[in-house]
């Protein structure tokens, strides 16, 4: 996206300057690529967020959050000028300040400016941060892209050993199927910057020599980000890419070794993996070992679309001002996460919450009263229900009933003049007169909280 001219905020359809909206006017609706996530698909999120926090307790990785707008350079330094997020897919603009910034599109340039801006290098290495959160791409929406979309991850600096590359793939790993989901990753080698220019010439002589076989924006990329060629989804380009040279043949001694030693371990650690030399990455800062992760879906499309992906960044902490640091991680893309827990559980609806004694109110005096002792009832750590809204006593214990409440704490009129409530058994129907200041007290006793004779 070129960065944004000022714009004046469009008029809501059927609106005058000053004037409030005319009835019937238009509902505004989200901007394209942006979504609601609704009650119904919270548990999903909610048991994303639980798995993530247990692997981060389980592995060592501590907490870090970054702002969600930063200056747009650590993104064209650190992801890459030519890439598609960069060029295509930043969202960015001018401050009124005069600063170039952008909306995060990804985590890791923006772990690392943290890494190098608060002096981790000090602390004990390597440094373990996970995160989680929304990124933003101006990118054309379709199945499982989207403008706002959310990644968690884990990313560790400061350690080059082929150990840490292995261990990320299995904690995503068993994030994925502690989830339920049965994924499995590709990994490549793209070697260390020589060997990749060293491969990218060999592609490069490759491929002009199969110009007649090119379309334009083949013709383009091959120009621009060579290695993208790979990543090609199009038919005419599967069989070129058969004959193509492969990264694995123009490593370098040491990024072979790095990149037998991870198969070794993620053997050894069964986490099932496939091998796939036309794996490049959309991102410029990936040295040695890059993966991606896949599951199956209903949908054909999302099928196609990593659930995430990662890999080493050996350089990147030096290019953004600081000094070389290996480093490697991985982000998975939630949405698409929680698109497959929706394949699997179809039928989940928002919960009604569960209470131990629901409030019931005749009258508006009564009705004061009850909204206090509500009070009473939340900081004596009981769950409690109302529905002061309705006016009914048979709409009242519907709703009792549905919050699943064992007790119910009924005021009228009368109640509040002998400064009573009652107190009924929701089960067996029958109902006693308690001291409405020992209505807590009361409860208390009938739950169990508090011996009878108390
Ligand atoms: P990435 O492959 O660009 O890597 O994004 C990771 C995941 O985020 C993708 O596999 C996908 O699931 C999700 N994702 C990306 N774009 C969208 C979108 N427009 N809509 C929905 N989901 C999307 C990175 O961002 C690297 N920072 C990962 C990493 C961490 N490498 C090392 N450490």
Do not use: C
Not at 150 to 157: A, I, K, P, R, Y
Not at 255 to 282: C, I
Not at 380 to 394: D, T
């Amino acid at each position: 996206m070129p960065t944004s001219k000022k714009v004046e905020p469009k008029k809501a359809a059927g609106t005058e300057e000053g004037a409030a909206p005319k009835k019937g006017a238009q509902p505004i609706q989200t901007t394209r690529g942006m979504r609601d996530i609704l009650p119904i698909d919270q548990p999903h999120w909610q048991r994303i967020a639980e798995v993530f926090q247990a692997m981060a307790r389980d592995y060592g990785f501590e907490r870090i959050d970054t702002p969600m707008v930063e200056d747009a350079s650590l993104f064209v330094r650190g992801v890459g000028k030519v890439t598609d997020i960069v060029e295509k897919e930043l969202f960015q603009w001018e401050t009124p300040g005069g600063e170039h910034v952008a909306l995060r599109p990804e985590n890791t340039a923006s772990i690392v400016r943290a890494y190098v801006q608060h002096g981790m290098l000090n602390q004990p290495q390597p440094v373990r941060l996970w995160y989680k959160g929304p990124f933003f791409r101006y990118d054309r929406p379709q199945a499982g892209r989207f403008r706002q979309f959310f990644q968690g991850g884990f990313e560790v600096l400061g350690e080059a050993d082929a150990v840490i590359d292995a261990q990320l793939i299995l904690i995503s790993y068993n994030i994925l199927r502690e989830l339920g989901l049965d994924p499995i990753v590709k990994v490549n080698s793209l070697g260390t910057p020589e060997s990749r220019a060293n491969y990218k010439n060999a592609l490069v002589a490759f491929f002009r020599s199969k110009k007649n076989k090119l379309t334009e924006d083949d013709k383009k990329r091959l120009l621009k980000n060579p290695l993208r060629l790979l990543d090609s989804k199009e038919e005419h380009m599967q069989e070129l890419k058969a004959e193509a040279p492969q990264i694995v043949d123009w490593l370098d001694e040491e990024s072979k070794t790095h990149f037998m030693r991870v198969l070794e371990y993620l053997d050894e650690a069964q986490v099932p993996y496939q091998l796939d030399p036309y794996l490049v990455r959309g991102l410029d800062y990936y040295t040695k070992t890059v993966f991606e992760w896949f599951a199956a879906s209903d949908d054909q499309e999302l099928a196609q679309a990593a659930l995430g992906g990662g890999g080493r960044y050996d350089g990147l902490t030096e290019l953004l001002g600081g000094r070389p640091t290996p480093a490697a991680g991985f982000a998975l893309g939630l949405d698409r996460v929680v698109s497959r827990l929706k394949d699997l559980h179809p039928n989940t609806t928002t919960q009604v919450r569960k209470v131990d004694v629901f409030l019931a109110q005749l009258g508006e005096v009564a009705r004061k009263k009850a909204l206090v002792l509500f009070e009473e009832f939340r900081k004596a750590g009981i769950p409690v229900g109302e529905a002061f809204a309705k006016a009914s006593m048979k709409g009242q214990m519907e709703a009792a009933n549905k919050h699943g409440a064992k007790w119910a704490i009924i005021i009228g009129q009368k109640e509040v003049m002998d400064g009573t409530a009652i107190l009924r058994d929701m089960d067996a129907g029958t109902q006693e007169i308690v001291d409405i200041k020992k209505a807590v007290h009361e409860v208390k006793k009938k739950l169990g909280h508090i011996s009878p004779q108390a």
